[in-house]
């Protein structure tokens, strides 16, 4: 038993080790999801991370979802946001 998961529980604390933001990663998907927050133009905008792996102990992101817009790859959101990253 545990207690109930909150949406606000998915934020990702990237000061723990790798391999503990991948099962987060994994544990909350689909809800509620992990997520890290990006600062643009002062506002702060919520990312979802949807997909990741371990390569030589370090996170790989392959997959992310920018508030309202639909899930796209890494690649793919380092060149439609590169300043963000």
């Not at 990312?47 to 817009?69: R, S, T, Y």
Request: net charge positive.
């Amino acid at each position: 038993f545990t207690r109930i998961i909150k949406k606000e529980d998915g934020e990702i604390d990237w000061t723990l080790p790798a391999e503990q933001i991948e099962r987060k990663i994994k544990a909350y998907s689909p809800w509620p999801s992990a997520f890290a927050f990006i600062k643009k133009n002062g506002k702060l905008l919520r990312v979802k991370i949807l997909e990741a792996e371990l390569k030589d102990d370090n996170l790989v992101i392959k997959k992310v979802q920018p508030e309202g817009k639909k899930p796209i790859t890494y690649k793919e959101y380092l060149k439609a946001y590169p300043k963000l990253c």
